[in-house]
Structure formats: C-alpha cells, structure tokens
C-alpha cells in the first residue's frame, strides 16, 4: 500500500485518523503502532513476523548498550551485524547466486539452480534506522527507550517505514519519549503538506512516467537521439518528484501526529555541484551516511587519498543500498568519482564559472547519472550511445497538451527557488499558511482541498500509478 493509492487514502487513512483523533493521549502510540503493523502488513504479510521478532531482538539487545554495560562495544557490533547481515541476506543473495549460476554455466557447469528469496519491503530503511538506534544509544547521545512501545514507534511508524524519509534516532528520541498532541496549526501544516505531495506524485511525477513508459515501449534500437534525450529527462524529473512528493506526504503524515521529521529534498536540480547536489537531494540518506559511515571512516580529517577512498567507498555502499544490481554500483561510483574531482583544481576552475554554467553542468551530470540508475548497465550504455549519436532530432510519439503542460509545470517547480527572493518565499510559505488568520490561509486551504478530489478523481480513473522507490 503507498499514499497515493486509492486504499490508503480512501480506507486506511480516514479508519487511522479517526481512531487516532478520538483516542485519549496514552492510547494515541498504540494507534499508531497498531496501524503500522496493519500498513506494513497490508503490502507484505509474510514479512510482518520477521519486522516485529527483529525489532523485539533488536530493543532486547540495545539495553546492553547504554551506561557502563561491560561488554558494550560487543553487542553494538552484534546489532550492527546482524542488522547489516540480515539486509544482505534478503537484498543480494539473489544477486551473489545468480552471478555464480552465471558464471558456473560460463565455465560448462550445470545451471545452479536456487529459491528466489523474497524482498522484506522496506528492509533498507528500517534497517538503517535500527542501526541509527544502536549506535546513538551506545555513543550516549541520546537515552535509550524504554518502553518496547516506543522502540517499535521509532521503527514501524508507518508514515515513514516505506520510503523514508530516513529518520535518525537523535531527530525523534525526544519527541517520542515526550510525547504531546502538537498544535491545530501543525496537524493543518500537515494536511496542506500531505495534500501538496500528493499533488507532486500524482499530476507531475506521474505525467513523466508516462513519457518515460512511452520511450521504453519504443525500445533502444528504435530510439531516436530526441526520444532517449526526452526519455532521460523526463526520468530525472520523474524520480524527483515522485520521491519528494512521497517524502512531502510521510513529513505532512508526521505534522498530523504530532511528530517532525527531517527535510529529505531541497530544490537539488538548483545545485552548482555534485558535492551539493547531495546536499540537498535525499538528504537524510547523505546525513546518514555521514554521520554513521563517513565520520567514522575519518571524513574529512585525512590525508588526500584517504579521502578520496573515503569518498568511494561512501558512495559504493550508497549504490549497494538502492538495491543489488550492477547499475546502482556503478552509479554510486560514479557519483563518488565526480566528488573527488570536485575536490581537485577542477572544482576550483568550476567554481569560478557563472552560476548558470555550473547548475547546467551539474544537472548534465545528473541526467547521465539517472540513465545507469534506471537500467541494466549493458542497456545504459547502449541508451547513453544513442543520446549522442544524433540520430534523429523528432520525437517518435505525439504527447498531449495536458501532459506537456503538468512537465512544463514540474519544470517550473523544480527551479523556483533559482531567485533568492523566491526562495525566502518558500521557505516562509508554511509558516505564513498556519497563520489562520492569514488571507493566504483562506486562499490555501480551499485550493489544498480542491487538488486532493482532482488527485482521487485521477486516480479513481487511471490504472497508472508506479512508484520508483517502493522496491528499496
């Protein structure tokens, strides 16, 4: 079940609202909790036992890291391993067993054969946040939990167990612990935030991947250079506004019940650089990352090679979490390899270039970035030969005016925040639409409510709806 499905929105969502909302305070964590496991349950049933025996092990074990536990440094390793052991297990085994089926048959051994382990959904983010636990714990940066309730709150809640956003424990311990009906104009926040990103994923995200879906059905070799161009693009818009518009809804779900979860994206076509790109592109993962692989390793306290290793390895690992394919490693890497020249005399040259220069070079690389991301690496490379062959500057399809004018839109929407001006606008933007009294409130809300029917009445009357991040 994602938001943007008719279920969630129609069934779950007003059934977990009314329940929550009518519910005394000390009863308002079960709700959650108990909703949680039925969300998770609702996409995969078989999994929700493993979900519920591993955070019980997982709390269990965390209360050997806190204080002056002997031995403490064992079991933060012991929770590390397992957690990081179980993610490899049901995310790659797949991968490792069928590149040795692979490669036995190339040498003339028989085909191997092997069960195809099934993908707990969303393994990558509640694995990283019971890692962000363990080790926040075991640094005594924050309290450990208590209350299993709690634990199981910080894990399972469902408004960010699918698809992030990607929330340390240090962001939330004290909302958890100190738990509070937050205010009217929070819960309001919340809606308008939820109603926003749904609008995102529905009108924008999902127009590209229509285009994006046309260009596959045309196939590589029959592609033109202006098809892979448009296909590319509207990939790189799609994916933007489908993970934001997805990140918007779980921040908006949080605002509604009571709990602030960290930005995940922040106008990150604007960037100047890759070095920012991840700055402000799915920014809890790259905070993440951070804080948990990179200080750790050193960061930026090493010599050069050190640090360029560092860098590397940082973004390997980030490629090997999208997913267990080739193509996410090489797009780490590849990532990982501009950064570093970013930190060479390259970087200084491309810092003295005029800034429109540098957000086209960035968004150039980008682009390129998200054709290895999207396919097999054997098709990346045949679909990145044909966008600069020049083959054929027109488009193999017509597309219609509705669809051109939503992309046209998302463009928009993607480099609004270019003017400092309008950036100060937008920052200000939630802050002056919880103001009630506000005229712009009047004007917000109704127009918020209008765009949530179109959303249902669109996705009441299209069968198209996929969403990019849901397998990871």
């Known amino acids: 079940m994602i938001f943007s499905s008719i279920t969630f ?51 269990l074990l965390s209360k050997k890291l806190s204080g002056q536990s002997n031995g403490r440094k064992n079991y933060l390793w012991i929770s590390i391993v397992l957690n990081v052991g179980l993610l490899i297990y049901f995310k790659y085994v797949n991968f490792f067993a069928g590149n040795v089926s692979s490669i036995g048959t190339a040498f003339g051994f028989d085909t191997i054969s092997f069960k195809e382990v ?46 992030g956003p990607i929330v340390r424990f240090k962001d939330v311990s004290a909302q958890i612990v100190n738990y509070k009906n937050n205010k009217l104009d929070d819960k309001l926040h919340g809606l308008y935030r939820f109603i926003i990103g749904l609008s995102k994923k529905v009108f924008i995200a999902n127009s590209f991947a229509l285009i994006v879906a046309k260009i596959a059905e045309i196939g590589v070799g029959n592609m033109t250079t202006a098809d892979s161009w448009l296909g590319a693009v509207a990939y790189t818009f799609q994916i933007y506004f489908d993970f934001s518009g997805y990140s918007d809804m779980a921040i908006g779900l949080g605002l509604m019940i009571g709990f602030k979860f960290p930005e995940n994206f922040n106008f990150p076509y604007l960037s100047k650089s890759i070095t920012e790109f991840w700055q ?69 040259l491309l810092r003295k270039l005029p800034s429109i220069v540098q957000v086209l070079y960035t968004f150039f690389v980008v682009v390129i970035s998200w054709v290895i991301f ?99």
Request: aromatic share 20%; hydrophobic share 55%.
């Open 280 to 348: 402000r592109w799915h920014i809890t993962l790259g905070t993440w990352m951070r804080d948990y692989l990179y200080i750790p390793l050193g960061g930026n306290k090493v010599g050069k090679m050190k640090l360029y290793f560092n860098l590397i390895f940082v973004f390997f690992i980030s490629g090997l979490w999208h997913g267990a394919n080739c193509n996410f490693i090489v797009w780490g890497l590849f990532h990982g390899v501009f950064l570093i020249m970013e930190r060479t005399a390259v970087g200084g």
């Open 118 to 163: 099934l993908l707990p959904i969303g393994i990558s983010f509640f694995t990283f946040q019971k890692i962000s636990y363990a080790v926040d714990v075991y640094r005594v940066e924050n309290k450990r939990l208590d209350s299993f309730i709690d634990y199981l709150l910080y894990i399972i809640m469902f408004p960010q167990l699918i698809a």
């Open 374 to 472: 999207s396919m097999d690496i054997d098709v990346a490379i045949e679909y990145l030969s044909k966008m600069f062959e020049f083959s054929g500057a027109k488009i193999s399809f017509d597309v219609s005016l509705k669809v051109i004018v939503l992309m046209s839109t998302g463009v928009v929407f993607s480099f609004l925040g270019y003017s400092q001006k309008v950036q100060q606008l937008l920052n200000a933007l939630p802050e002056i639409v919880t103001k009630r009294k506000s005229y712009l409130a009047f004007v917000t809300y109704p127009v918020a409510l209008v765009l949530l029917i179109l959303c249902v009445i669109w996705l009441m009357t299209s069968g198209f709806n996929p969403f990019i991040y849901y397998r990871f």
């Open 9 to 59: 929105l129609c069934i779950f969502l007003p059934a977990f609202l009314l329940c929550f909302y009518m519910s005394p305070r000390k009863l308002k964590k079960w709700i959650i909790v108990l909703f949680s496991i039925l969300f998770y349950a609702w996409g995969a049933p078989v999994f929700i036992l493993f979900l519920l025996l591993s955070s019980i092990f997982d709390f």
